[in-house]
Structure formats: C-alpha cells, structure tokens
C-alpha cells in the first residue's frame, strides 16, 4: 500500500512510503507505533506538513479498514477484524497520547482476544506465535 491518494513531497514520500499495513492485529500496531515516532519526530521539528501528513496516513488506514469492515463478501471474522482495526485507527487519531495505554488494555479484552484468536486461526502457519502477540 505504498500509494496515496493525495500528493506528498519527496522527503515525506521517502519516510512514509510503505508504513500503512493493516493486515493483520500485528501490522497495524507496527504501523501505528511507527506514525506515532514520526509524528512526534516531526512535532519536535516544528514540521507541520510531516505531522498533517502522518495523520493523513492513519485517516486512510482508518478508512480503508471500515470499507473493508461493511464489504459483505468478506468474511464475517475479517469483517470484525478490520472494525477492530478501523476502531485503533480512530483513537490513535483522537487521543494519540494514550493510544498505547488504551491499546494494552485493549489486547486484555475478552472480545478482543476471541478476534485475534480468529485472525491467527486464519492465516497461513496459523500454528505459529507471532512476535508480540498472545495466543489465548
């Protein structure tokens, strides 16, 4: 997902190109993770276009992920999946400062545990134990 549909300048492009990633719980908190050191790179550099840009990022990724949610021929896990995605999306972009707070407790939810036990049941080596993640 490396394009946008906005233009962006060339040093931006070069750091923000390839970031968005949502296709699995993983992707999207190493997204948001990497948005947010951005994001702050930027605020300290008193570079406005750079942090307009990242939260121009995370908005797409937000969109994206609830038109996936609402497309009826994707599977009903996914679909929640990608609701779930759509939902971290639209806190990191309201409340960036207690996103990761919010986010650890969120992966100690009991619904969302069940959602990415049905993401790992679903992706290929699903045996696996992905980095950072918790197989209830």
Same mark, same amino acid.
């Given at each position: /997902?490396? !394009? &946008?549909?906005?233009? /962006?300048?060339?040093? @931006? &492009?070069?750091?923000?190109?390839?970031?968005?990633?949502?296709?699995?719980?993983e992707?999207?908190?190493?997204?948001?993770? %990497?948005?947010e050191i951005?994001?702050?790179? @930027?605020?300290?550099?008193? $570079?406005?276009?750079? +942090?307009?840009?990242?939260?121009?990022?995370?908005?797409?990724? !937000?969109?994206?992920?609830?038109?996936?949610s609402r497309?009826?021929?994707?599977?009903?896990d996914? !679909?929640?999946?990608?609701?779930? +995605?759509?939902?971290? &999306?639209?806190?990191? %972009?309201?409340?960036?400062d207690i &996103?990761? $707070?919010?986010? /650890? /407790?969120?992966? $100690?939810?009991? $619904?969302?545990?069940?959602?990415?036990?049905?993401? %790992? !049941?679903?992706?290929p080596?699903? =045996?696996?134990?992905?980095? =950072?993640?918790?197989?209830?």
């Amino acid at each position: /997902m490396g !394009r &946008f549909p906005f233009k /962006m300048e060339a040093p @931006y &492009f070069e750091a923000l190109t390839g970031i968005l990633s949502f296709s699995s719980f993983e992707k999207t908190e190493q997204t948001l993770k %990497l948005l947010e050191i951005l994001c702050r790179n @930027y605020e300290a550099a008193s $570079d406005k276009k750079g +942090v307009e840009y990242c939260r121009r990022i995370a908005l797409l990724g !937000r969109r994206r992920a609830e038109l996936i949610s609402r497309n009826k021929r994707i599977s009903p896990d996914k !679909r929640l999946q990608k609701q779930e +995605v759509a939902t971290w &999306f639209r806190i990191w %972009l309201e409340t960036p400062d207690i &996103f990761d $707070d919010w986010l /650890m /407790m969120r992966k $100690d939810a009991e $619904d969302f545990k069940k959602l990415l036990a049905s993401e %790992l !049941r679903n992706q290929p080596n699903s =045996g696996e134990q992905h980095a =950072g993640t918790k197989i209830p």
